[in-house]
């Protein structure tokens, strides 16, 4: 059964800082990849997906992932946190019509 | 739109209790899915609905189980409650022709068992 490493449980930074969190998925073939994000308080929601083509894909607020098949990896980075990026960040992958979560990344951003 | 929705936010039961878990899908959204999130195991798929047939089920024992009605909302039922199945649950509903991962969720339920 496929499954989805997170490396980080818990990341601090400072505001401005650049951001990488982890993502590794257990087997290959076609993958569609996800990263969610759930704020304090908020709904879980989708931060961008990759079906295919370009590896690299932007989604919300500045974020983007880069899909490397060879490394089975699927990376979420923004170049400039802000406070406002504080959330708990999931890496998802499919299996057949069901989503695969990772156990979740807590991201702190001080201010 | 209207979000999904989750009834009721918060749920105190004691072992060995039942509970019914419920979840209205966006309005057009044919799929329903439930989750449950737990800091040490993170989300982990229960089960999927379609057209009320279940189409996907998670590694769960039988005491977990769902059902959905014709306007697509969906019940989530726990019988024998165990203190381990304290957590968040999560609902989820995606439009037909979605991907699997297009999933909008709601705000949960948090069922905390005593």
């Known amino acids: 059964a496929q499954s989805v490493s997170q490396h980080n449980h818990h990341v601090i930074l400072s505001e401005a800082a650049s951001l990488e969190l982890g993502c590794n998925y257990s087997?290959?073939?076609?993958?569609?990849l996800f990263w969610y994000v759930q704020y304090p308080g908020q709904h879980l929601q989708l931060l961008l997906k990759?079906?295919?083509?370009?590896?690299l894909v932007k989604g919300i607020k500045g974020f983007e992932a880069e899909f490397i098949k060879s490394k089975f990896s699927f990376n979420l980075r923004k170049p400039s946190v802000q406070w406002s990026d504080t959330a708990e960040y999931f890496c998802?992958?499919?299996?057949?019509?069901?989503?695969?979560f990772g156990k979740g990344t807590r991201l702190h951003i001080l201010p | 739109k209207a979000g999904v929705t989750q009834t009721p936010r918060y749920l105190i039961k004691t072992r060995g209790q039942q509970v019914t878990l419920s979840c209205s899908p966006i309005?057009?959204?044919?799929?329903v899915s439930w989750y449950q999130q737990t800091p040490g195991q993170g989300l982990q798929f229960l089960f999927e609905?379609?057209?009320?047939?279940?189409?996907n089920k998670g590694n769960f024992p039988g005491r977990f189980s769902g059902r959905q009605f014709s306007n697509s909302r969906s019940e989530m039922n726990v019988s024998t409650l165990e203190l381990g199945d304290s957590a968040l649950y999560l609902c989820?509903?995606?439009?037909?022709?979605?991907?699997?991962?297009?999933?909008?969720f709601g705000p949960g339920t948090r069922l905390t068992v005593t």
């Open positions: 989820a509903s995606r439009p037909a022709g979605g991907g699997a991962g297009e999933q909008y």
């Open positions: 309005s057009g959204h044919r799929s």
């Open positions: 609905y379609f057209s009320e047939t279940q189409r």
């Open positions: 998802a992958v499919n299996e057949w019509d069901k989503i695969i």
């Open positions: 087997y290959g073939g076609t993958v569609n």
């Open positions: 990759y079906f295919s083509g370009d590896p």
